[in-house]
């Protein structure tokens, strides 16, 4: 049975469900020490890079094959 990619993720900082492609296109997915992050805005991506340890620890990153 193959298993089908995630459509969807959750941002880390505000915890809104973002669509991966769209994240993608706009410059707002992150490869974050080996694991990849996508964000609702520029403004949560640039909150995440700021102090990424705050966000990680509690955060689910996309599993490889979503990207």
Known sequence: MNAQAP???IDPVCGMTVE????QADGRALEHNGSTFVFCSAGCLAEFLVSPQTYEDQ???LPDDAI
């Open 59 to 61: 955060a689910t990153a």
């Open 20 to 23: 991966i492609s769209e994240a």
């Open 7 to 9: 459509e969807t993720g």
